[in-house]
C-alpha cells in the first residue's frame, strides 16, 4: 500500500507526520492501565476505529487484551493483516459509523483523525458510545480547522476532509454524546532530554509553562466518558532522543546538499532555456521567412487570378461578338437565300414568257419564212456549265 497524502504508511512518510499520528496511539497506552486502577493486571478490550495500515492497533496490543481494527477500505485491512500478527489482535472490514459489534464490547476506544472525514460526525459518537462499556474511555482527534486552514495555505481544503472543527464546535458535538469530554491541545513543541544511554524505563516529563490556545493548538484529542476520568495527566511523546544540535547540524547538512542539488538543477535549466530561447529565435525566424514567402506566392495568386479574370472577361466579350457576328451572317444568308429565290423565279417567268413567244404562230411563221431578226439568249448559268442559247 502506498502513501497517497493522507493515511499514514509507515516507512513511507517523513519523521514528524509519523511522530505525529503515532504519539496519539502511545498516549492511548498510557491511559489503557487507567481505566482498570481498581483492578490491578486486568487489561482493556481495545478498538480502533479507522485503523488504516494497522500501526496504531498493533501498539495498543501491547497494553490489551485483545485489540480490534476496523476500516472502511479493503486495501487498508489487507495490509494491516499481512503487517502485524498477534493472537488477540484482529482486523475487520467495516465502517465507522455502523460498528458491526454488540453494545458495551469495549474498554478503550480509539478514533485518531477519523471523524472530520464522515458527513455525519454524530454517528460516530452514537456508535462509539453503543460499544463502549460504562466505564470505559473513547479517544478521539481531529485537525483544529483554524490552524489547519492556514498551514495548508495555497493547497486549499484537504479533499478528503468533510467536516472539520474548531474547539468549540468539536466541544459542543461531543457534549451531546458524552457527558465528559475534556479536549487535550496537541502540539509540536521543542525539549530537553535526560537519559541513560540505554534507558528503557519510564520518563518523566514537565511541561515549563503552558503557551498557546485552542486557536493556535495543531490538533485536539478528546477523553470522552460517561463519568470523569481523574487525574487525568499531560503527556510528552519524544520520538528519538538523540543530540539536538549534532541532529540540526545533520539536517543543515542534509538541507545544504538539497541547495546545491537545486542549484545544479536550477543551472541546469537556465542552459536548457537559453537552448531553448535558442531555438525559440531560429523558429521565429524561420517562420518570418516562410511568411514572407507565402505573402510573396499570395501576390503572385492574386495577380494570377486578377489576369485570369481579365481574360475570361475578354473572352466572353468576344464571344458575345462572334454571336452577333454569326447572327447577322445567318440573317443575311437567309436574304441573300430570299433574294435569289426571287431572281430564279423571275428568270424562270422570263423563259417562261420567252418560251411561249417561241411558240407562237407569228414566230414559228417568221422562222418558216426567214422573217424577223434572229435574237439568241444565253442562260445566267454557272461557268462551269456550258453556255446554252436560245434561238427566237
Known sequence: MEFTGERVIPGQVEPDLWAEHFSRYRFAATLAPQIFGHEPGRKPDVLDIGCGAGYGTATLAEVAA?????DLAPEAIEHARAHYSL????YVPGSATDLPFPADSFDLITAFEVIEHLADPSKLLTEARRVLRPNGVFLVSTPNKTY?????GLDGPNPY???EFTFAEFADTLASVFPSSPIL?????????????NATSLTDARIETIAGSPTDAHFFLAVCSAQPL?????????PTATNLLRTREHHIGILQAEVRNLKASIDGLQESLTKAHAERDNMI????????DLAQRTEWAQRMDREFNEKVAHLKLLSAELEETHHKLIHHSAAANQRQAKLQAELASTYAIIGAIKESRWMRLGRTFGLGPKIEIQSPVASTTPETKHDV
Open 66 to 70: 485483545s485489540a480490534t481494527g476496523i
Open 87 to 90: 493472537p488477540y489482535l484482529t
Open 148 to 152: 489547519y486552514a492556514e498551514t495548508r
Open 161 to 163: 476532509h468533510l467536516h
Open 185 to 197: 491541545l496537541q502540539n509540536h513543541t521543542d525539549a530537553f532530554s535526560f537519559y541513560e544511554p
Open 230 to 238: 481523574a487525574d487525568l495527566h499531560s503527556f510528552v511523546y519524544v
Open 285 to 292: 525566424r524561420m517562420f518570418d521567412q516562410q511568411a514572407s
